[in-house]
């Protein structure tokens, strides 16, 4: 079964307790992932502003720090400290899903991964663009063209 990478963007509304990553995030691209991955959930990382690259099951304690250009830029200067977890190695497409700061630090990661060969580098890359609405569209029907074997 080919496998599928979801990198996601952290999201300011956050549960109040610690979670596993991907319960702890409750804004609107995490429902949208909810509500439309398929039965067998792709894998997701999640860019967070505080830590870097976060596992879905990660435990973390809810936060607030705002991803800005000036940390994006912080973060793709020292790359190695904010991307310290095991990414899939069997890859066949990536979908990254975020803002442009955001984007511009998970596109940085692929590229060193990519060099240090942990990545395939032919793996097709999708990104979400345009507004929350559009962004949230397209999360969606990715999702479930993976549930049909389309993606």
């Given at each position: 079964m080919k496998k599928h990478l979801v990198i996601m963007a952290c999201s300011a509304?956050?549960?109040?307790?610690?979670?596993?990553?991907?319960?702890?995030?409750?804004?609107?691209?995490?429902?949208?992932?909810?509500?439309?991955?398929?039965?067998?959930?792709?894998?997701?990382?999640?860019?967070?502003?505080?830590?870097?690259?976060?596992?879905?099951?990660?435990?973390?304690?809810?936060?607030?720090?705002?991803?800005?250009?000036?940390?994006?830029?912080?973060?793709?200067?020292?790359?190695?400290?904010?991307?310290?977890?095991?990414?899939?190695?069997?890859?066949?497409?990536?979908?990254l899903a975020g803002g442009k700061p955001y984007k511009r630090v998970m596109r940085a990661a692929i590229e060193r991964r990519t060099r240090l060969g942990l990545i395939v580098p032919d793996a097709p890359i999708t990104e979400t663009a345009g507004t929350i609405g559009y962004q949230r569209a397209q999360l969606g029907a990715y999702l479930r063209a993976m549930g049909t074997g389309n993606a």
């Open positions: 509304t956050k549960a109040a307790v610690p979670a596993p990553a991907i319960d702890l995030y409750r804004g609107v691209m995490y429902s949208t992932l909810r509500a439309n991955a398929p039965g067998t959930r792709p894998v997701v990382l999640i860019l967070s502003a505080k830590h870097g690259f976060l596992s879905a099951d990660q435990i973390i304690e809810p936060y607030e720090q705002r991803m800005t250009e000036a940390r994006a830029d912080d973060m793709i200067g020292d790359l190695p400290a904010y991307d310290t977890i095991a990414w899939p190695s069997d890859v066949c497409a990536v979908l």
